[in-house]
């Protein structure tokens, strides 16, 4: 335990020399599959070792030289000590380039790293408490054609949480980011869902999110929806209603989600209606995402458990 918390300490002290602005919007965006890129509690919540895996796109097919955004994102986490504690990892890439004609690339990743204490509770009930450290790449822009480029910076990013679950319901509430100047958004995120056993071979797993942005980002609350039918535990349809948005915009979507369980591998696509068909206009188009999960046992015999959450 104490080694745990020098290297946290650790940890602090060296991000806490970078510049402290950051910008992490970019994996919110990402939280329907990934949950842990809006509360550093959720790691270790599922009780295996779980790797995955998000690639998003759009246009998924366009005219040669038009506009195109690209990202990749990659969780990890593991319970460690008995389950009573937990470690993640979050990393992710995204790219947009405008026409190949006098356009832009526009592009910022980020490292983060997690870690969270858990508690059990009556009725199989965890509480955990976690912390978020790590550096975001301040997005930068690089011209093309005119051979002007933008500055590359790396700053930290703080972020903490809380969250509870057990067989059938979920609720977190974070903040991340607090650490950051008054030019970057510090939300703060509440989280809850609740799985309705319809019969033995069907059920739906309900779940809302809240954000509130800090003042400095528009002090506004919005408020998504979703749900997702799962028969036999072995096929999940789900539709997620995302005023947050599908990017950095402020565009709302409707997402339609398509997920398959294969023993220890879970496979996913989905799609938001932020807009229709293609256009000149990136932001108008929708994101194509695939995902993909692998979870083996972390020593506590809970890999063969199907979890909702």
Not at 83 to 91: P, T, V, W
Not at 192 to 216: E, P
Not at 240 to 257: A, E, F, K, R
Request: hydrophobic share 35%; no cysteine.
């Amino acid at each position: 335990m104490k080694q745990i918390f020098k290297l946290l300490l650790a940890g602090l002290i060296i991000t806490q020399a970078f510049n402290m602005q950051a910008q992490q919007d970019q994996m919110y965006i990402t939280y329907p599959f990934m949950p842990m890129n809006v509360n550093p509690a959720y790691a270790g919540s599922r009780e295996v070792i779980s790797v995955s895996g998000i690639y998003r796109t759009r246009p998924l097919f366009g005219p040669l030289g038009a506009a195109t955004t690209t990202q990749q994102y990659f969780n990890f986490d593991m319970p460690i000590a008995k389950d009573r504690m937990a470690i993640g990892f979050q990393a992710y890439n995204a790219q947009t380039q405008g026409n190949l004609t006098g356009g832009s690339i526009y592009g910022n990743l980020g490292l983060y790293g997690n870690f969270a204490y858990r508690l059990t509770l009556p009725n199989d009930g965890k509480l955990a408490i976690g912390v978020q450290l790590g550096v975001t790449q301040v997005p930068v822009f690089f011209g093309i054609g005119t051979g002007s480029s933008g500055n590359t910076a790396f700053n930290s990013s703080y972020g903490a949480g809380v969250y509870y679950n057990n067989d059938d319901a979920y609720l977190g509430v974070s903040m991340l980011n607090f650490n950051a100047s008054d030019n970057y958004n510090r939300p703060i995120f509440i989280t809850g869902g609740y799985v309705f056993r319809i019969d033995d071979d069907f059920k739906i797993k309900t779940g809302a999110l809240l954000r509130k942005q800090s003042t400095n980002s528009g002090g506004k609350t919005d408020f998504d929806l979703n749900a997702t039918g799962w028969i036999n535990d072995k096929f999940g349809i789900g539709i997620w209603y995302q005023n947050t948005g599908s990017d950095n915009s402020t565009n709302t979507s409707i997402l339609g989600s398509l997920q398959v369980q294969l023993k220890k591998i879970q496979i996913g696509y989905s799609y938001d209606f932020s807009g229709s068909g293609y256009s000149n206009s990136l932001s108008s188009q929708g994101f194509h995402q695939l995902m993909i999960k692998y979870e083996i046992d972390a020593g506590n015999g809970k890999s063969s458990v199907f979890r909702y959450f």
